[in-house]
């Protein structure tokens, strides 16, 4: 079991589960940006300084979750190498039979 693969297989799809939802938020939002100024010019304000919030938060949990991800796959590195390890062993265990 290669480590470089599992981890690709991991951000694949960590990223194409997310995406969906990102893509959904993304359209809701929109439409209701449209609704909100639509109804009263006051609103964009209001939405444009949650924008500004929401991307300062992006700013300061990215990162977090990023190293919390390394931490987790280093982990986890000593169990996948010991695994591989074993069925590495076990061709020549059967070729002694």
């Known amino acids: 079991m290669n480590r470089f ?3 690709i297989g ?3 799809g960590t990223l194409m589960g997310c995406f969906g939802w990102v893509v959904n938020g993304m359209i809701f939002l929109t439409y209701l940006f449209i609704t909100a100024a639509v109804l009263h010019w006051s609103v964009i304000f209001f ?4 924008l500004v919030i929401l ?3 992006n700013g300061y949990v990215s990162p977090v979750l990023t190293s919390l991800k390394a931490l987790d796959n280093i982990e986890k590195s000593p169990i996948y190498t010991e695994y591989k390890n074993t069925l590495n062993g076990m061709i020549s265990i059967r070729c002694y039979k």
């Open 55 to 57: 991307v300062l938060i």
């Open 10 to 12: 991991t951000f694949e």
């Open 47 to 50: 939405c444009l300084f949650l």
């Open 5 to 7: 693969s599992t981890d």
